[in-house]
């Protein structure tokens, strides 16, 4: 079922030249990991020297009495395009200021609210996520977005190296198709459940005041960002225990453990964390649902099979070219459905590296089959 054990992996790329294609065939060569972890990097990278924008972090606050402010259709407001600066960071560069948001009417413009902005790059500035524009503003491509977006080279270096060491695994495991949909799927779990314990946030403080703090809820502002591969690598360190949960590891390159030991303590500490309110309690609870969706989707495969479909056409491995009685599951008329569970219960105990030449023609049949 491994990707580099298929024929089309397996062939050697045609000589450059051949059809003028050589370095179009290397590139198609590379993994679906590989090409998460370049993108990750490239877009931290070029993302700093791209022109930063000005986004707003929170509701206009009004500079009016309430019951004026209440009148008010908020959709007819229109911000002033300066910022009054209120911030900058060590290098002397604005980072946080406000807008004056103004009423037009037929005697000219009246101030009546303020919003606060904060700089970002442009990049981070259209592809973050938060429960304001993902949700409230059904910017979906938001939960796409955010997943190629670091704050910090530390942030970027820890999720690419939990990529490197464990996304080759799980991609050999599902082939590069499915396992990019994985992925896909654990970071917008990720966001989903970040974006469900914020509004369950909002609602109690709307409900019940700001002095009610219910654990696990998140009560930062809808508008707060979120950003990071850290769900979907949340996702894939729960696959790799299931795949292999044997397998020993250095942590922090020091501490021998066991892989399964340490997916389910990283994940019983972000709980905790998020339990107790801790410093980054929105990017644990990003952290749990990709973990959950991981821990789903590695044991049931089969479902990461339609998330392309919509491609149609453009994608010949969608349901558009698939036979209407295909199956995308192994199917009990197979013969097969038993030395399947057989073989991944031996995967779950001793790791990929325990199959036999003829399991893994198995599973490298039965994933044709899906």
């Known amino acids: 079922m491994g990707i580099y054990e298929r024929d089309y992996i397996r062939r050697p790329p045609p000589q450059r030249g051949a059809y003028g294609r050589g370095g179009l065939s290397a590139l198609r060569m590379l993994s679906v990991n590989t090409w998460l972890i370049a993108i990750c990097v490239g877009v931290f990278v070029v993302d700093p020297m791209l022109p930063p924008q000005w986004v707003s972090m929170s509701p206009p606050e009004p500079t009016i009495p309430e019951l004026e402010w209440a009148a008010i259709d908020q959709s007819l407001l229109v911000p002033d395009e300066q910022v009054t600066e209120t911030a900058t960071d060590q290098f002397g560069k604005p980072v946080l200021g406000y807008k004056v948001l103004y ?4 005697h000219g413009r009246t101030p009546v609210a303020r919003q606060d902005v904060r700089s970002m790059p442009l990049l981070q ?3 973050h996520f938060s429960t304001q524009r993902g949700f409230l503003d059904i910017e979906f491509w938001r939960l796409i977005g955010f997943q190629f977006l670091h704050a910090s080279f530390m942030h970027l270096l820890f999720n690419m190296i939990g990529l490197y060491f464990f996304g080759s695994m ?8 499915r396992y990019l949909a994985f992925y896909l799927l654990c970071g917008i779990f990720g966001a989903l459940m970040y974006c469900l314990l914020n509004v369950g946030g909002w609602i109690t403080t709307m409900m019940a005041g700001s002095n009610i703090q219910v654990p696990g809820l998140l009560f930062n502002s809808p508008s707060t960002p979120l ?3 850290s769900a979907g690598v949340f996702g894939v360190i729960m696959a790799g225990a299931f795949l292999a949960p044997n397998t020993k590891i250095l942590f922090m390159f020091v501490l021998p453990m066991r892989l399964a030991t340490f997916a389910y303590a990283v994940v019983a500490l972000a709980l905790i964390s998020l ?3 801790g410093h980054n309690a929105g990017g644990e609870a990003g952290h749990l649902g990709g973990a959950i969706a991981g821990f789903y989707f590695i044991r049931h495969p089969h479902h990461l099979h339609g998330f392309f479909d919509f491609l149609g056409r453009i994608d010949p491995t969608s349901h558009h070219y698939r036979g209407k009685g295909r199956r995308f599951a192994v199917g009990a008329a197979s013969g097969v459905p038993s030395n399947i569970d057989r073989i991944l219960d031996k995967i779950s105990e001793r790791g990929l590296h325990s199959l036999t030449d003829k399991e893994k023609r198995i ?4 994933s044709k089959r899906d």
């Open 170 to 177: 799980v991609e050999r495991y599902l082939g590069g198709k």
């Open 103 to 106: 009423l037009e009417t037929s």
């Open 275 to 277: 339990l107790t309110s």
């Open 125 to 127: 500035a259209y592809l």
């Open 363 to 366: 599973l490298r049949e039965a």
């Open 227 to 229: 950003i990071g591969a």
